[in-house]
């Protein structure tokens, strides 16, 4: 790779600024200035900006707290989105969520730029699941609770794999649910079916990897090696 190419990257700056920063001899490599963008790195070599190490990441993963009324979408010309929240910390990658949640839905949004993975976590056949927090306006009753495990079959027709749903609170009307697919509304739907209407709804987690509750909504954090794994896990 370019050194060039590889400052815009890693130092995340644009083009120009990758010159700037190789002509005023603030760019080492391997303990030596370089000022030549067009240097092709190695894979050993080292680089530096003022004496601070870069370390090149592929991809991007980012977890993020959504708030309500933002969508969940890369840019929208009427509504903030979720990447928009992220703002210029990332210029030169292309962020996109890896699923969606409604706009009046909140909680743990996936951001990345690797399409690969999103496709995986989000393939019907891989069974990625996603955890909820549902806020009904009726109570849970055991007709839903056996009709989910079933598999519920939406107005439409639409037949749908197996899900859980289980009661958060003495009342019933708080509610977790996991699911293993993705339809559009789908959990509103779900419980449509059932004469039940959705007031609020939050998602906890996605596979093994639950949304940090350090995370204020709106705001966000780049995820470890180790909690990426735990989403496909």
């Given amino acids: 790779m370019r050194l060039d190419k590889y400052l815009a990257e890693t130092a995340q ?32 070599d080292t680089v ?9 990441q592929q991809f991007v993963y980012i977890m993020l707290n ?11 010309k009427r509504d903030t989105t979720v990447v928009d929240l992220v703002g210029d910390a990332y210029p030169r990658r292309q962020l996109f969520p ?19 993975f999103a496709h995986d976590i989000l393939a019907p056949k891989r069974h990625v699941s996603k955890t909820y927090t549902v806020v009904l306006d009726t109570p849970l009753t ?3 609770r056996t009709g989910f495990a079933a598999g519920v079959t939406l107005a439409d027709g639409t037949a ?38 959705v007031n609020g709804l939050h998602r906890d987690a996605i596979g093994g990897l639950a949304l940090d509750p350090a995370l204020a909504p709106g705001q966000w954090r780049e995820l470890s090696a180790e909690e990426v794994s735990k989403i496909s896990s």
Avoid: W
């Fill in 13 to 44: 700056c644009t083009r120009s600024e990758a010159k700037a920063l190789l002509s005023k001899g603030r760019v080492q490599v391997n303990g030596a200035v370089c000022k030549k963008g067009d240097t092709q790195l190695k894979e050993s």
């Fill in 48 to 56: 530096a900006v003022d004496g601070r190490a870069l370390s090149y």
């Fill in 66 to 76: 959504k708030p309500e009324d933002v969508v969940s979408a890369s840019t929208d």
């Fill in 98 to 116: 890896a699923g969606r949640l409604d706009k009046t839905s909140t909680g743990f949004v996936l951001l990345t730029d690797d399409g690969t």
């Fill in 142 to 144: 055991e007709q839903m």
């Fill in 160 to 197: 749908l794999s197996p899900a859980e749903v289980t009661a958060l609170s003495a009342d019933g009307l708080t509610v977790r649910v996991v699911l293993k697919q993705g339809v559009y509304h789908q959990i509103k739907r779900m419980f449509g079916v059932y004469g039940a209407g």
